[in-house]
């Protein structure tokens, strides 16, 4: 979000004065978000509703959750939702739980904040029969038991009081604080949330600013204390990112300065669309990465991102020194004026077998690597095949009879995804006969891709209208049907447990 505009992050549960006999406050629930826009969710996968039994689902995993080749996003429903209907989701879960519990609504997002939004465990706990815990965890004072325990102030509004942060005297009225009884004067509490929402990035989490006390400062006294409208704004971020990290059924888009978020029905390891036009995988958060699992794909990039490569280089291509040096006396090869042949064969074969590991790593690297720019390359093939759909439509073609073009880019990026993304699964994956047949299938669907790519970028001009069509259509159909066995194939080996992976 640029701007402040939209939405109020303002809890409408302003505590009334309690009398001594009345035992306790009432909680008022209500939230006032101001003026949120109530925009329809993109919604994914089906009709919106309950999912069938048919769903399934696996947790979240590292694996890719049975997702069957070609599917996609299909069977796997999910809502696309702007950060106001975040919020709006937010107050939903605080006024469910609240019908319940009875709290200031401040009190109820602090409490479901600190179990990570799971209503039921909130539930569970709350009615244990020990809430004085509770509200000690969670770092607040008990509602029920702050009216009846209020003290009764004795000090004029017009008496002066010394605050223990800036040591100047101002009015009792211009300090403020919280139900633990520290005050501090308008200007430090200014001063001291802001230095912890936009320096430190805080925010669910701000505390009193009184030595070892932590009691946290509700969302009201935030929004009343603070007067710059960018700061109210960093915080209501900040809450409203605390929220959704907290949720397993929702994922912020990667995509940069993309501010939507994604929502399941349940968490899985399957491919998830943003408006925006990104599609990733929700377990994980990388670009969507069929046929590799999360897990592999993350050791992929951590072993791309690090230096282990570099020492596997260095071991790899320095040269043995058999001669006698004063570094080398001291050396397990040397025993006195006795040279070990079997510790320098195995330094030798050290050697080797680190070369050996460089090499493979650099082999399916590269052809990582090539799938990658011609991935980037194939993206800009969009505005080539856009011109020439626009030639054909000049020359009788309607709108409709031009979309083939479209598709095969979709095709040929589609089969450039997953053939970049084989080699990662290639490259943890032992060799046996299965590992043999996915090989295979592998090298036909690089050539398929190879020829698809080679006809749209260079001969698609030399053919004549009525030829490029059919042309096309073919190339991009059998390309479709070799990813799909391939993606069936290697889905029937995570069923039926077919890999065998090096762990390296």
């Given at each position: 979000?640029?701007?402040?505009?939209?939405?109020?992050?303002?809890?409408?549960?302003?505590?009334?004065?309690?009398?001594?006999?009345?035992?306790?406050?009432?909680?008022?629930?209500?939230?006032?978000?101001?003026?949120?826009?109530?925009?329809e969710?993109?919604?994914?996968?089906?009709?919106?509703?309950?999912?069938?039994?048919?769903?399934?689902?696996?947790?979240?995993?590292?694996?890719?959750g049975?997702?069957?080749?070609?599917?996609?996003?299909e069977?796997?429903?999910f809502?696309?939702?702007?950060?106001?209907?975040?919020?709006?989701?937010?107050?939903e879960?605080?006024?469910?739980v609240?019908?319940?519990?009875?709290?200031?609504?401040?009190i109820?997002?602090?409490?479901?904040?600190?179990?990570?939004?799971?209503?039921?465990?909130?539930?569970?706990?709350?009615?244990?029969?020990?809430?004085?815990?509770?509200?000690?965890?969670?770092?607040?004072?008990?509602?029920?038991?702050?009216?009846?325990?209020?003290?009764?102030?004795?000090?004029?509004?017009n008496?002066d009081?010394?605050?223990?942060?800036?040591?100047?005297n101002?009015?009792?009225?211009?300090?403020?604080?919280?139900?633990?009884?520290?005050?501090?004067?308008?200007?430090?509490?200014?001063?001291?949330?802001?230095?912890?929402?936009?320096?430190?990035?805080?925010?669910q989490?701000?505390?009193?600013?009184?030595?070892?006390?932590?009691?946290?400062?509700?969302?009201n006294?935030?929004?009343?204390?603070?007067?710059?409208?960018?700061?109210?704004l960093?915080?209501?971020?900040?809450?409203?990112?605390s929220?959704?990290?907290?949720n397993?059924?929702?994922?912020?888009?990667?995509?940069?300065d993309?501010?939507?978020?994604?929502?399941v029905q349940y968490?899985?390891?399957?491919?998830?669309r943003?408006?925006?036009?990104?599609?990733?995988?929700?377990?994980?958060?990388?670009?969507?990465?069929?046929?590799?699992?999360?897990?592999?794909?993350?050791k992929?990039?951590?072993?791309?991102?690090?230096?282990?490569?570099?020492?596997?280089?260095?071991?790899?291509?320095?040269?043995?020194?058999?001669?006698?040096?004063?570094?080398?006396?001291?050396?397990?090869?040397?025993?006195?004026n006795?040279?070990?042949?079997d510790?320098?064969?195995?330094?030798?074969?050290?050697?080797?077998?680190?070369?050996?590991?460089?090499?493979?790593?650099?082999?399916?690297?590269?052809?990582?690597?090539?799938?990658?720019?011609s991935?980037?390359?194939?993206?800009?093939?969009?505005?080539?095949?856009?011109?020439?759909?626009?030639?054909?439509?000049?020359?009788?073609?309607?709108?409709?009879?031009?979309?083939?073009?479209?598709?095969?880019?979709?095709?040929?990026c589609?089969c450039r995804?997953?053939?970049?993304?084989?080699?990662?699964?290639?490259?943890?994956?032992?060799?046996?006969?299965?590992?043999?047949?996915?090989?295979?299938?592998?090298?036909?669907?690089?050539?398929?891709?190879?020829?698809?790519?080679?006809?749209?970028?260079r001969?698609?001009?030399?053919?004549?209208?009525?030829?490029?069509?059919?042309?096309?259509?073919?190339?991009?159909?059998?390309?479709?049907?070799?990813?799909?066995?391939?993606?069936?194939?290697?889905?029937?080996?995570?069923?039926?447990?077919?890999?065998?992976?090096?762990?390296?």
């Amino acid at each position: 979000m640029d701007s402040d505009e939209g939405y109020n992050y303002e809890f409408d549960d302003e505590e009334e004065e309690c009398s001594e006999d009345s035992g306790e406050e009432e909680a008022d629930d209500t939230l006032d978000l101001g003026e949120v826009e109530l925009v329809e969710p993109v919604v994914a996968g089906g009709e919106r509703g309950e999912c069938g039994e048919n769903g399934g689902g696996s947790g979240g995993g590292g694996g890719l959750g049975g997702l069957g080749a070609g599917q996609d996003e299909e069977d796997y429903r999910f809502e696309v939702l702007t950060t106001e209907q975040i919020l709006q989701h937010m107050v939903e879960c605080i006024r469910e739980v609240n019908e319940v519990i009875q709290n200031p609504a401040t009190i109820t997002r602090i409490l479901l904040s600190h179990f990570n939004w799971d209503k039921e465990k909130l539930m569970e706990r709350y009615f244990d029969g020990n809430l004085d815990k509770l509200f000690s965890e969670c770092h607040v004072i008990n509602p029920s038991k702050k009216a009846r325990t209020r003290p009764m102030s004795t000090r004029s509004s017009n008496q002066d009081m010394h605050c223990q942060i800036c040591y100047l005297n101002f009015p009792n009225s211009y300090f403020t604080g919280l139900e633990c009884g520290h005050k501090f004067c308008m200007q430090c509490w200014g001063d001291y949330l802001t230095t912890k929402i936009i320096e430190e990035g805080m925010g669910q989490t701000i505390s009193c600013p009184a030595h070892n006390c932590d009691i946290l400062v509700d969302d009201n006294t935030v929004m009343r204390l603070i007067t710059d409208s960018k700061v109210k704004l960093k915080y209501q971020h900040l809450i409203t990112n605390s929220f959704v990290e907290c949720n397993r059924l929702l994922k912020w888009c990667p995509a940069p300065d993309c501010h939507h978020v994604v929502k399941v029905q349940y968490p899985d390891a399957k491919p998830v669309r943003c408006k925006c036009g990104r599609q990733f995988c929700f377990n994980c958060g990388e670009n969507w990465h069929d046929p590799v699992k999360c897990k592999w794909l993350r050791k992929w990039i951590k072993k791309c991102d690090d230096d282990s490569e570099t020492s596997n280089w260095i071991a790899a291509n320095t040269k043995v020194q058999h001669h006698l040096n004063h570094q080398l006396l001291f050396s397990k090869w040397y025993n006195c004026n006795r040279y070990n042949e079997d510790d320098a064969k195995a330094a030798r074969d050290a050697q080797e077998r680190s070369r050996a590991a460089l090499q493979r790593y650099l082999f399916y690297c590269n052809r990582y690597m090539n799938h990658m720019q011609s991935l980037r390359f194939e993206h800009k093939l969009y505005a080539q095949v856009k011109q020439k759909m626009e030639e054909m439509q000049q020359h009788n073609m309607s709108w409709i009879e031009v979309q083939f073009l479209k598709k095969a880019v979709d095709v040929l990026c589609q089969c450039r995804s997953t053939l970049m993304f084989t080699y990662v699964f290639a490259f943890y994956l032992k060799k046996n006969n299965q590992s043999i047949i996915f090989e295979n299938n592998q090298a036909d669907l690089e050539n398929a891709t190879e020829v698809l790519s080679g006809y749209l970028e260079r001969d698609i001009s030399q053919d004549s209208l009525q030829d490029i069509k059919q042309k096309v259509q073919d190339k991009y159909r059998y390309c479709e049907s070799r990813r799909r066995v391939l993606l069936q194939h290697v889905h029937e080996g995570y069923e039926k447990d077919l890999w065998e992976y090096i762990e390296d």
